[in-house]
């Protein structure tokens, strides 16, 4: 007999939702394209809901839930190999869990809209790249995009460091070792540095949680190797003063001089819901492709003035997010007032 849970899976990858919410004393939600979709299904009982995800669990994330009041991982459901992250977890009412589609194929730069430019920034042999933007705003995906650019086109030995390993990669000209951070490595910092040791070509890590992982992260760009990584920042500004301040008041000036050096640029994004929930979001973005003026105004901590010195590299390819949200709000399809508030944030 097919386990109940199966059958809300089942639900959202029919409706092409990226999420699923199951909570007691709610019926199930569905998120597509960023719209919440509450179902008509009967309220989902407190009493119910640990038999309910038991069918994912095993004896481990059991005792995870039992003794540490959450546990989560990846799940692939059947014949379908779809894979879906999970993060299940004591609340109020009782027992409840939030559930991530993985696309089964990798997403390309063309599929997902960004710009061409983020392909040519792939190609680049050397340096640090992040990749920002609010939480599930899609960063995976960009990052997972830019790997998949290196494969079509470069033969590269590509490592990634997750936790957990999300998106799967087929080689097509790049080789590729992925790493699951907590499972098989106990920490990021762990990974990067037996990473270094593994001739890699291409970094691609989870998260630049702490400063010895930014310490890591810049010695491997500067030694030749490509890092892509993200943060919950938004903007150059913000990520680099964040980046800077995991640094202690002594060690900041040594810092922005690393990072100006090494630094290539920073992709900010945020997703537009269309007003037909049926119809893909877009992309707002903010793109920084750092050149020297930038790299000074880092070191000498005029962060302030990177939005200007942006406008006037559009040539070299510096997209800022005023001329993303002005050109999508000619898009009479997407929620204009959701562009309209963002507009008045970056006035």
């Known amino acids: 007999m097919k386990p109940e849970i199966y059958e809300y899976f089942e639900q959202a990858i029919k409706m092409g939702a990226s999420d699923l919410i199951l909570k007691p004393g709610a019926p199930p939600a569905y998120r597509v394209n960023k719209h919440l979709i509450v179902s008509e299904d009967e309220a989902l009982a407190p009493q119910q809901m640990f038999d309910l995800f038991l069918p994912v669990l095993d004896a481990k994330q059991q005792e995870n839930l039992q003794n540490k009041f959450n546990t989560s991982s990846i799940f692939t459901l059947g014949s379908s190999q779809t894979r879906i992250r999970y993060y299940i977890y004591q609340q109020r009412d009782g027992v409840a869990g939030s559930f991530r589609f993985i ?13 061409d430019t983020l392909i040519n920034i792939a190609s680049m042999p050397r340096g640090l790249f992040l990749v920002t933007g609010p939480v599930c705003c899609g960063k995976t995906l960009t990052v997972a995009a830019m790997a998949e650019a290196i494969n079509e086109r470069y033969a590269r030995h590509i490592i990634t460091m997750e936790n957990p390993v999300e998106i799967i990669y087929k080689p097509k000209q790049s080789v590729f070792t992925q790493v699951e951070v907590g499972k098989v490595i106990p920490t990021y910092l762990d990974a990067l540095t037996n990473a270094l040791r593994e001739d890699p070509d291409v970094m691609i890590l989870g998260q630049l949680g702490e400063r010895g992982i930014v310490e890591q992260a810049l010695m491997a760009a500067e030694t030749g190797h490509l890092v892509i990584s993200s943060l919950p920042t938004f903007g150059p500004a913000q990520t680099i003063e964040h980046i800077i301040s995991m640094y202690p008041p002594g060690k900041q000036d040594e810092a922005r001089n690393q990072l100006s050096l090494s630094l290539i640029g920073i992709f900010s994004q945020i997703l537009i819901p269309n007003i037909d929930f049926k119809q893909k979001p877009a992309v707002a973005c903010e793109l920084m ?59």
């Open 289 to 347: 492709i750092v050149n020297a003026g930038m790299r000074n105004l880092i070191r000498d901590h005029k962060y302030n003035q990177l939005s200007t010195a942006m406008v006037m590299a559009r040539r070299e390819g510096c997209i800022t997010f005023k001329e993303s949200l002005e050109k999508l709000k000619r898009n009479e399809n997407l929620n204009q007032e959701f562009i309209d508030n963002l507009l008045e944030e970056v006035e």
């Open 103 to 115: 696309p089964n194929d990798v997403p390309t730069v063309k599929s997902l809209g960004l710009p």
